[in-house]
């Protein structure tokens, strides 16, 4: 694996303060939607102390376990949806 330390090259002659840019005059394009949306939802204080300590036992950081377990809980869901149908 190749490791570019791109400090060691000062760069700043290659800005143009006076003219501006944008991703797409750098050929680069934005999702339309981006990948993950930010939400807020209430649990009970039990509940959060649990996933963290959770968490802190397998190194796992609370919020992305709370991840883990959603798509778990949608993959069971979705699997018995079709056992069922």
């Known amino acids: 694996m190749v490791v570019t330390d791109y400090d060691e090259n000062d760069t700043t002659s290659m800005i143009d303060l006076n003219s501006s840019m ?3 005059d750098l050929g680069l394009k934005l999702p339309e939607v981006p ?4 939400i807020s939802i209430r649990l009970p ?6 996933i963290r300590a959770l968490g802190s036992r397998d190194d796992v950081p609370y919020q992305a376990l709370i991840k883990i377990f959603l798509a778990e809980a949608v993959q069971q869901k979705k699997t018995k949806s079709k056992r069922s149908a």
């Open 22 to 24: 944008s991703f797409k």
């Open 35 to 38: 990948p993950t949306q930010v």
């Open 45 to 50: 204080t039990a509940l959060l102390n649990e």
